[in-house]
């Protein structure tokens, strides 16, 4: 008797797993309150949703992401010259060569030209740490300090888009369930398979 109320309660365990278990790595953003953006959030890591004023809403990235995203950002709080991409970066001096995706600060970078090869055009900036860093035409920007503060919007091979502090209503940020999605497969196939093989086992020990 035991073991059948043990191995119903594992069923039913079972099936709200497979029909509830996704809602435990659910996706969401949270509010920011005032508090966190005086203290500097969003990290500069953190994607975010910006809702306006108006009621616009935009999913942006930082460069820092893996992936390509259809709207990157980049919040200046002090007016300065910023130069943003996704390239490569070379060591001057050891030769060693990398992906690059962030910002260079405008203090940094000694020279830049623009080099041919073939018949793709490159934006090459050399920086005072001794490195080159290199982007295919449209896969960098700079930002200027007369274009002020606030969030820079860019997409590749577009221009900027400067939102200003005074038209967000709110900032929403990745909430933790949403950094755990990637987990969410396989932690969830694992779970079925343990599941699977004590209500076997069960099962067998019940019929024998």
Do not use: H
Not at 63 to 83: A, M, N, Q
């Amino acid at each position: 008797m035991k073991k059948k109320i043990f191995i119903s309660l594992l069923v039913v365990s079972f099936i709200n797993y497979i029909g509830c278990g996704p809602s435990l790595f659910s996706t969401g953003y949270s509010v920011l309150s005032e508090d966190e953006i005086n203290e500097g959030r969003p990290d500069s890591d953190e994607s975010i949703k910006l809702i306006l004023n108006d009621g616009t809403e935009i999913d942006c990235d930082p460069l820092s992401v893996s992936e390509p995203s259809k709207t990157y950002y980049y919040k200046v709080i002090t007016p300065d010259r910023f130069l943003l991409g996704r390239g490569g970066i070379t060591n001057c001096i050891t030769g060693e060569a990398s992906s690059f995706k962030g910002v260079v600060s405008g203090d940094m970078i000694d020279s830049s030209n623009i080099e041919i090869k073939g018949s793709e055009e490159y934006s090459v900036y050399w920086t005072k740490d001794n490195n080159r860093l290199s982007f295919e035409n449209g896969k960098c920007i700079e930002i200027l300090p007369e274009q002020g503060t606030g969030y820079f919007l860019w997409q590749q091979d577009e221009s900027l888009r400067k939102i200003s502090f005074d038209e967000i209503k709110e900032i929403q940020t990745m909430g933790k369930t949403e950094e755990w999605n990637e987990y969410a497969g396989p932690i969830g196939v694992g779970l079925v398979i343990i599941l699977s093989f004590i209500m076997w086992k069960s099962l067998s020990e019940m019929w024998q």
